[in-house]
């Protein structure tokens, strides 16, 4: 929204806020939940089965919720570019699902004998947060011509919903095999 009413630079230091808070999350599950993990078996089967659970509860809202996409930009405030990366990061750090998400899933693509746990955990969080910074900035930067053709066709709400879905419930397998 914010590069649709204010511009890219505006889009992309929200991006960089987001992304930036994904530092702490990595390094909450490097240093201090890798420990726990690794030490109890149950904790790291207690996470999985609850963000599986969360994960199809997700997928479960998306499903009954409304597919029409609502693209009013008229009500979005002009922030500073440092309040965006500041609001960014604090959404990205403050929600509980990113939390979940590299707590359940990050443990099970640990890769190596010879490197240290905290090594490949900054490795795969370094590779989630350069993947997530080339599709968020991709939306931030293609937000006008997304929106354009997001209003033309009224039934993209209904795939994007159903891709959430697919989604969702694709992650929450994963996570329970």
């Known amino acids: 929204m914010q590069s649709m009413s204010h ?12 992304i930036s808070g994904c530092l702490v999350h990595t390094t909450l599950v490097a240093f201090g939940v890798s420990v726990l993990i690794k030490e109890n078996e149950y904790i790291y089967l207690i996470i ?13 809202k998306v499903f009954k919720s409304d597919s029409e996409l609502s693209l009013n930009s008229n009500h979005v405030k002009k922030k500073t570019l440092s309040q965006l990366f500041k ?12 939390s979940l998400f590299f707590l359940a899933l990050f443990p099970g693509f640990l890769f190596s004998n010879s490197l240290s746990q905290v090594t490949q955990f900054y490795v795969l969080g370094l590779l989630f947060m350069a993947v997530s910074f080339i599709i968020f900035s991709s939306i931030a930067l293609l937000a006008g011509t997304i929106s354009s053709y997001m209003k033309k066709h009224h039934q993209v709400g209904l795939f ?18």
């Open 87 to 98: 609001q960014g990061f604090l959404m990205n750090v403050l929600n509980p699902k990113v």
């Open 7 to 18: 511009g890219k630079k505006f889009g992309l230091a929200t991006v960089s806020g987001l």
């Open 160 to 177: 994007f919903k159903w891709l959430q879905i697919i989604v969702f419930v694709g992650i929450a397998v994963f996570i329970l095999l």
């Open 48 to 60: 999985k089965l609850f963000g599986a659970t969360y994960l199809l509860y997700l997928a479960y």
